[in-house]
């Protein structure tokens, strides 16, 4: 399968993606274990982590088969082959660059950019975006993505990120959200493999109660 056929199928599977920022290579194939073991299908390492792409590499390794690995904060298009030279599968970021999305796409890759207007989305899309991320879900509301739900196309995921709780996913889900990113609430540099773990299974039953 490709990755965006990939991407497709592990969203359904969970619509969870862990958001590693500020992860080190030699702490994230344990933490990336515990994810897995939770049931999270799609994992993203920030560019601004410490050797990110020797993370992407371990994480992709440790993942085969099971999960999508990829990159977080990719702001270029060198950056977009680096993270596919490491084996990673996904491209996600914070804004809408089309020559980011256009690199992404030639390079077989799933292109998730961030946006905050309809003009970001269309744009997006018209590049060849895979799916959207809402960014910074914070500083909007579900009803804010009920409205662009209206006028998107309705097989475009759109992904909530940025202060997601395991108690508010349910909202945004109403209102169209097809997953989220999950960041500090879910990993912050110094947690242990353990706590990751723990927050991972709390993020897993709440959406999973969401979605029953």
Request: with cysteine.
């Amino acid at each position: 399968m490709t990755a965006p056929h990939d991407f497709a199928a592990h969203l359904a599977a969970c619509p969870l993606v862990a958001i590693l920022r500020g992860v080190r290579p030699d702490e994230v194939e344990a933490i990336g274990t515990v994810l897995l073991d939770a049931g999270i299908r799609i994992i993203e390492v920030p560019l601004n982590s410490p050797d990110p792409f020797a993370s992407i590499t371990r994480l992709s390794g440790l993942a085969a088969g099971r999960a999508l690995v990829g990159a977080g904060t990719v702001l270029d298009g060198d950056a977009v082959a680096r993270v596919a030279a490491a084996g990673g599968q996904v491209i996600v970021s914070p804004n809408t660059d089309t020559a980011v999305i256009s690199a992404s796409v030639a390079a077989g890759l799933v292109s998730l950019p961030g946006f905050f207007t309809p003009s970001e989305a269309f744009a997006a899309l018209a590049a060849g975006a895979h799916g959207l991320k809402l960014f910074p879900a914070e500083a909007a509301t579900p009803a804010v993505l009920k409205a662009l739900r209206a006028v998107l196309p309705p097989a475009t995921p759109v992904l909530a990120v940025g202060g997601i709780t395991a108690d508010g996913m349910s909202a945004w889900t109403t209102a169209g959200a097809a997953g989220f990113g999950l960041g500090s609430g879910l990993y912050k540099p110094g947690m242990t493999a353990a706590a990751v773990g723990e927050a991972a299974r709390r993020y897993v039953a709440a959406i999973a109660g969401v979605s029953s």
